[in-house]
């Protein structure tokens, strides 16, 4: 029993990374009718702004250090961050240590503005011309984007650990009245969770709720009628791209500290993404979260060494075959509306 | 041979350019600073032709039906996978290598298809990717002990290969064509240009043309123009009765057994598989070399595939050093920044030039490198009206 | 049928004589008839090839790899301080290059993939004419490679390979590797751990889904379960994995109380953060504390897991904090040229390096086979691992092995492991037709020609 919870926990957290960039996946296709190969690399951008601020926080100059030496035998050079000089160290440490959590502030001006700068400079010009075009040039914009990381970052994965504060783990069990220590869960990954489900729930209230998601909404269904009714839809449009591009760089940014990012964590979610958001439904926002986390429970569940005992392998492909049988039995995934990408 | 004055003119220029590739490829002196451009190597040149064919195969499919496969490579691997168990359990003799790589890779195609046809547009694309991406991990991992797993499959001194008698003590196995082996080559001198005629090239070459010359008759057939027709309006042409799903699946046939040829022709140039060959990179190349080269054209997939390989295999290999003895001459402080200026595109860097690529061609040629032909040749139709050129189908592979 | 293999640029001089002759007239030429073997330099250089991988997860392990080859070209070609060339017993080496040939270079990207690694030695040999392929950063890769240059008559120098098979099932005579492996990483971690964490131990291994993977596994268990520890489950994870929470929660249910990684690179990676992240350090299963243990180290990938690795065993093959002679040059000058010290990977390619033009040296040829004479049963010392055997039976080195520690308080970026211990040669020593490594054999030596 425990081991089910806990490997329901596990595809909860899983499907929520693949839900956060399938719901954006989703919103870009459903607004702009693109399809859009750069969004992993979106999403590894937005790891790369935690990466980036915690660099920018930890600027440092060099004391020399007499009593110490280097791997040369050289007098110690030791980095001392400005934040120390500013704040004194216990504060510096502290700041430092919370270098995620603020990230999320850097990231969203970063990423709106990445999108922004995406829409207008080149998939506008590519709103008229075929799907397999726009994969082609999303996709080379993709490796050109992960190029410029790597140039900078390395391809090494760099560890950007959570604030000390969420580094430990929450024990269900003895709340739920296993025995203490049966199930437990870290911290962050409990915030990741939660944090995608205020995300999703803010995209939805968003499009539900207000005008301007109304008018979104309109478009989707018809794009031309909305249009000829003197509305702007373009510049809505190209706002839901920014929108889509900061859930996708901070669901980067959240995730640095479950696995240390490294340049071509894009194009690993990617393809999988890519999956969730056709057994969702191509165009359906409901059916690309719901199939985030049905995938991800999945996932979970086929990594048990029992599964694995009478069907080795079987974690290898679990997704794939799901996703056959999904679109076998449901011709437009679980929610897709008829006609979208069929040709 | 059943063909117009224009193909044929056509399968003309590019039997041309297979035979005389070993000069094409080579256009700089050796041990000149432009020599690291040269392409007329064996490896490189067998690889152009056999990913032509991938991508000849590929266009089948894609440029006439429109339905975007994202599953390819697990067709090429499968034959490439059936071809090394040949060599190793029958003869090392290439003949039957291919013959079954085609086979087997048909049938598989024959299933996928016959399942992932039952769906259209981006659905069929991800059921493709999904049984593709299947192949690669269970070949990588459970079942290592029919496909080698990480360390891949090699032909063994050790292995029974009934039709060959023992080898010698100590000989490597090699492949080879009723004894001419595909490793041999012969050179030519011309003052300081040097050109290798390879046998393994020559056999990839002549299995190109054929397959170029079938997918030209495919491609002005009735069964052709029926498959063009699912591509601007299935619905329309289910309307009139007919029923297109063997249409497509033929084709979709065809293009795995192009597939499958390309795999065992990689085997038999080089005697050796490893499952990366079915990722879904590999799987995206071909639709890359495709489109870039001009989907839906006879010679852009193979202008396609060369381009891409090209890419791949002379640009990875510039390195810094390489950097610095081109701009040699200039005072330092000037090599230095041009150095430093030019490197992160080359070298290490390559990804992210063909990543530049590949975004400016889809933007300013979106009928990909035919277009970019189609363009020059119109400049020149300009000066001289007379001149009818077959739509730009004469630009040279490089 | 004869296979006649050339040299391009034993083509350019002699061609330059037909050139004098007369261009019109091409000279037919069939090259290294009179040399007998494969891309014989001709001139005043030879021309190494090093094939590492510069794009995907590893690209940065191959930069490394590129700077100590590059480093080792500078040495051998009598630049710098000379490293370990000052340290190594082997007094053949002048700094004059190898045999009095100037040493050039060409590289090429493996992208950690069989088909482009083997893409890129060709071209190396076919184009360059390259007489020794060297480098690499992935088992698959070292087996696709070393296959190709058996095939092709030239000599590979292994860079880091670490699974059994390189020289166990897939051995070939033209390939050498001087990087440790999976039976050495079992048979130097066991004892270590018995000592520290007792013979009554429940292990529980994750492994990578791979050749490499079942290796390591199967050297870690045999070798920990000859010591008392019982292998509680072993669970397969996908290379393609970047996520362990699932495969990690189980562990909590178990009453294991060791984990075993049998993951490299970013798998390692992310196992380890993540196991760390489940509390599986502070748990206490009866009575004892639970303990994490990773067989192969890598700094550069460890650095990748920040703060994690403290207090995690592994094992590795050479670390720049060793005191010998060997290692302080090789750290002094590759620190001096860099400002970093060195990696395991940049440490084995180097010495390849090294190694290979040691033997054409003091076999007073380029010829592989006359450099696989050389280099079999060859002992040295001074290159960092201490005294050390090329055994002939099948191209392993035979040196210590490092037990590692990662490091509770780090002074720098690159002091993450301690040294625990050295565990002197004989510990890991096996017969050569020890089960782990049987099904292969060398076969001979091809020269090419």
Redesign the interface.
């Known amino acids: 029993m ?2 089910i919870i ?2 329901i ?3 909860l ?2 499907g929520s ?1 693949y839900a956060l960039i399938a719901l954006g996946l989703t919103l870009i296709f459903g607004t702009l009718g693109v ?1 859009n190969f750069a969004h992993g690399a979106l999403f590894m951008i937005g790891a790369f702004c935690a990466v980036t601020l915690s660099r920018i926080l930890t600027l440092s100059h060099e004391v020399v250090d007499e009593t ?1 030496t ?3 035998g050289n007098p ?1 050079k030791v980095d001392v961050p400005y934040l120390y000089d500013i704040f004194g160290q216990t504060t510096g440490d502290a700041i430092i240590d919370w270098a995620v959590p603020i990230s999320i502030l850097f990231a969203i001006p970063v990423m709106v503005f990445i999108g922004f700068a995406m829409e207008r400079g ?1 998939i506008k ?1 590519f709103y008229k ?1 075929p ?3 726009q ?3 999303t ?6 984007l992960q ?2 990381i ?2 900078f970052y ?6 950007t ?1 959570a604030p000390s504060a969420f ?3 929450f024990d269900f069990g003895a709340m739920l009245g296993f025995d203490p ?6 911290y ?2 409990i915030i990741y969770f939660m944090f995608a489900a205020v995300i999703i729930g803010a995209v939805f209230a968003f499009l539900q709720f207000t005008t301007f998601g109304m008018v979104v909404r309109a478009g989707m269904a018809d794009r031309e009628t909305v249009g000829l009714l003197g509305i702007n839809i373009d510049k809505r449009f190209t706002i839901m791209f920014g929108i889509a591009a900061a859930v996708a760089g901070l669901a980067g940014v959240m995730y640095t500290p ?3 990012p ?1 340049y ?2 894009g194009m ?2 990617l ?1 999988l993404s ?2 969730v958001v ?2 969702g439904g ?1 165009g359906s926002l409901p059916g690309a979260v719901l199939a985030g986390f049905l995938l991800g429970i999945l ?3 086929a ?3 029992i599964v ?1 005992e009478t069907l ?2 079987i ?3 679990i997704i ?2 799901v ?2 049988i999904i ?2 039995t449901r ?3 679980l929610m897709g509306r008829k006609g979208v ?3 | 041979m059943g063909l117009t004055k224009k193909d044929f003119t056509l399968l003309i220029i590019v039997a041309v350019l297979c035979l005389f590739a070993p000069f094409i490829l080579n256009p700089f002196p050796e041990g000149s600073a432009m020599a690291q451009f040269n392409a007329g190597y064996p490896d490189l040149m067998q690889r152009l032709v056999i990913f032509g064919i991938f991508a000849i195969g590929f266009n089948i499919l894609f440029g006439l039906t429109g339905y975007l496969s994202f599953g390819h490579a697990a067709f090429l691997g499968v034959g490439s996978y059936a071809a090394i168990w040949m060599m190793k359990l029958l003869t090392m003799n290439v003949i039957p290598a291919i013959i079954v790589s085609v086979a087997v890779a048909g049938l598989f195609s024959l299933l996928v298809g016959w399942i992932s046809l039952r769906r259209s547009g981006i659905y069929f694309s991800i059921l493709t990717l999904a049984f593709a991406q299947m192949s690669y991990s269970l070949a990588y991992s459970v079942l290592t002990p029919i496909t080698g797993g990480e360390t891949g499959l090699q032909p063994k001194y050790t292995d029974p290969r009934i039709l060959d008698g023992d080898l010698p003590p100590g000989e490597t196995p090699r492949a080879n064509l009723f004894g001419l082996d595909m490793k041999d080559s012969t050179q030519i001198t011309m003052g300081d240009w040097v050109f290798t005629f390879n046998a393994g090239y020559y056999v990839a070459a002549v299995v190109m043309l054929v397959a170029f010359y079938v997918s030209i008759r495919i491609f002005r057939s009735p069964f052709g123009m029926m498959l063009r027709a699912v591509k601007s309006n299935q619905q329309r042409l289910n309307y009139t009765g007919l029923n297109s799903k063997p249409y497509t699946l033929a084709a979709f046939v065809i293009s795995g057994m192009y597939a499958g040829l390309a795999g065992g022709l990689l085997v038999a140039m080089d005697t050796q598989v490893g499952a990366e060959r079915m990722f879904w990179t590999a799987s995206g190349e071909v639709v890359l070399m495709t489109i870039l080269g001009g989907a839906g054209t006879l010679i852009g997939p193979v202008l396609g595939a060369g381009f891409i390989k090209y890419f791949e295999n002379i640009i990875s290999k510039i390195n810094e050093s390489i950097l610095h003895q081109w701009f040699a001459f200039m005072p330092d402080g000037i090599e230095d920044f041009l150095v430093s200026m030019v490197y992160p595109f080359i070298g290490k860097g390559w990804h992210l030039t063909l990543g530049i690529v590949f975004m400016l061609v889809v933007i300013f040629l979106p009928g990909g490198l035919v277009e970019g032909g189609q363009r020059v040749a119109r400049l020149f139709k300009r000066r001289k009206p007379s001149s009818d050129k077959p739509d730009g189908k004469t630009t040279p592979a490089e | 049928m004869s296979n006649s293999n050339f040299t391009r640029r034993g083509l350019i001089r002699s061609g330059a004589v037909a050139g004098a002759a007369g261009i019109a007239l091409p000279t037919y030429l069939r090259a290294d008839a009179h040399a007998g073997y494969l891309n014989a330099p001709q001139g005043d250089t030879v021309t190494l090839g090093f094939n590492v991988p510069q794009s995907g997860p590893y690209a940065d392990e191959g930069a490394d790899e590129l700077r100590a080859y590059e480093l080792a070209v500078e040495h051998l070609n009598g630049g710098g301080d000379g490293g370990m060339l000052n340290t190594f017993t082997s007094k053949a080496l002048q700094g004059n290059g190898i045999l009095g040939k100037k040493v050039e270079y060409v590289t090429g990207d493996t992208q950690t993939k069989s088909d482009a690694a083997r893409a890129s030695a060709k071209s190396m040999i076919e184009k360059d004419g390259a007489v020794m392929i060297t480098g690499g950063s992935s088992s698959g890769v070292a087996v696709a490679v070393q296959a190709l240059c058996q095939e092709a008559g030239v000599i590979f120098m292994a860079g880091l390979t670490h699974s059994n098979d390189t020289t166990g099932k897939d051995k070939r005579a033209n390939g050498f590797r001087h990087f440790f492996n999976s039976y050495m990483s079992g048979a130097a971690l066991a004892p270590v751990l018995s000592n520290a964490y007792g013979n009554d131990r429940n292990a529980y291994h994750l492994t990578a889904d791979y050749n490499w993977g079942y290796t390591t596994e199967e050297a870690v268990r045999s070798s920990t379960e000859a010591l008392g520890w019982n292998t509680v489950n072993a669970v397969k994870t996908p290379l393609t994995a970047t996520d362990f929470s699932a495969y990690i929660t189980p562990v909590l249910q178990s009453d294991a109380d060791v984990l075993v990684l049998n993951h490299y690179g970013g798998n390692m990676v992310n196992s380890l953060t993540n196991a760390v992240q489940f509390g599986l350090r502070d748990r206490m299963v009866n009575g004892k504390q639970f303990e994490i243990i990773v067989p192969l180290y890598s700094r550069l990938m460890a650095k990748g897991a920040g703060a994690n690795v403290k207090g995690i065993f592994g094992s590795t093959n050479w670390h720049w904090s060793l005191q010998d002679p060997g290692s302080k040059a090789f750290v002094q000058s590759f620190g001096t040229k860099y400002g970093f010290p060195p990696s395991q990977a940049a440490h084995t390619c180097y010495v390849q390096a090294l190694l290979y033009a040691d033997a054409c040296e003091r076999a007073g040829t380029f010829n592989p086979c006359g450099v696989v004479e050389a280099l079999e049963g060859f002992e040295f010392d001074g290159m960092g691992n201490g005294p050390t055997l090329y055994r002939a039976e099948d191209h392993q080195c035979f040196k210590d092995v490092l037990v590692v520690k990662g490091k509770e308080n780090p002074t720098s970026e690159f002091d993450l492991l301690e040294i625990v211990e050295v565990t002197p040669v004989d510990q890991v020593t096996y017969a050569p037709d020890h089960p782990q490594f049987a099904g292969g054999s060398l076969g001979t030596c091809n020269p090419g020609a």
């Open positions: 425990d081991a806990l490997q926990l596990n595809g957290d899983k990374a399809v110490r280097d791997f040369l110690l080149l010009h011309r799907h397999a075009d994969i082609l040039v996709f080379g914009l993709a490796i050109v190029e410029i790597k140039y390395g391809a090494n994965p760099i560890p650990p580094t430990g783990s220590g049966s199930i437990i869960y870290p962050w990954r479950i696995n240390s490294n071509h964590m690993d979610f393809v890519f999956v056709v057994v191509m996932e979970s569940f990594s048990m060494a694995l080795p392998g974690n290898q492909i794939y075959l996703a056959i679109l076998l011709p437009r995934g990408m069929e040709d």
